[in-house]
């Protein structure tokens, strides 16, 4: 087993399943599952213009999302990822099974943490809001991205390039972690066997995840395991019925106005705080951080 594990693999063989398992998934479950759920939404009479236009809003996130991606993003961070992978990292490992397991662990893993400080920080708030702030839960809610939400992770991505995992690899397993992500996003699958759920991440904990009721705020960061978070302190069960959204509603299904409005609060909040520290402080404290001086000139 050992011997077939580490037997070194073809780039092509690599590209090839990354494509079957990432790119077609696409065409094999995501737009299916969307349909059924349409379908679901309008035998339950929920089939609504605000649910319509929700969805070609997350859509529209996504193309901005990913022009942003292709332009600020993609290009530099591969760059930037060979350039640490030759002259800051650990000796470049082979390509077998191997090292593409625990690179898609490592991603998870990253992921978790990523997701984590998105989640903690004003600024990774700022723009991960956006992809809370839908009050539905579909397929379409998972291609809904804010302005930043490619860039900053790369903090979390760099540190596995360093252990000698070659750039594209990485690249590739992060692309498989979210694919997996998208998934999750779907009412129509309830909870699944015990042992699926102690493990992975499934819709159940993802449904958790995208709840703006109060116990459910922060918990379940992962990507493809929940171990994570049952590690981690940060898991919370789907009990009592999810209310998707945030704390303070968006109420809008414009495609400019969802993309852009966590970081136009995020703006019109340094507005209010006082003096460079207490604005420096905003990028890195909690989202609901706010300094005491300023707290008081509010009241």
């Known amino acids: 087993m050992i011997e077939f594990l580490s037997k070194q693999i073809d780039w092509i063989d690599v590209e090839y399943w990354f494509y079957i398992f990432n790119d077609l998934s696409l065409l094999y479950i995501i737009l299916p599952f969307f349909v059924l759920e349409l379908i679901r939404y309008a035998y339950q009479k929920r089939l609504s213009k605000d649910l319509v236009l929700d969805s070609i809003a997350n859509v529209i996130t996504f193309g901005a999302f990913f022009l942003i991606e292709i332009i600020l993003g993609l290009l530099a961070v591969t760059k930037l990822y060979f350039w640490v992978y030759h002259n800051f990292s650990l000796p470049n490992l082979e390509l077998n099974w191997i090292t593409i397991i625990t690179c898609i662990l490592l991603a998870d893993f990253a992921y978790y943490w990523e997701h984590r400080m998105m989640h903690r920080i004003g600024i990774g708030w700022a723009t991960h809001t956006v992809h809370h702030s839908s009050p539905h839960f579909n397929m379409s809610v998972a291609y809904r991205f804010g302005p930043f939400d490619a860039i900053l992770p790369i903090l979390f991505s760099l540190p596995i390039v360093m252990l000698g995992y070659d750039p594209i690899l990485v690249l590739l397993s992060e ?125």
């Open 175 to 299: 692309v498989f972690v979210q694919v997996f992500q998208t998934l999750l996003h779907t009412e129509i699958v309830g909870k699944l066997t015990k042992p699926v759920e102690f493990i992975f991440n499934t819709p159940s904990h993802h449904r958790v995840h995208h709840g703006s009721n109060r116990q459910y705020w922060d918990k379940n960061y992962a990507g493809i395991l929940i171990i994570w978070d049952r590690m981690l302190g940060t898991f919370e069960p789907e009990k009592e019925k999810v209310i998707y959204g945030i704390s303070e509603p968006l109420n809008s299904v414009n495609p400019i106005t969802v993309f852009f409005h966590g970081i136009t609060r995020f703006l019109r909040k340094l507005k209010q705080i006082e003096g460079i520290k207490n604005k420096f402080l905003a990028f890195v404290k909690p989202p609901d951080w706010m300094p005491q001086e300023s707290s008081k000139s509010n009241d």
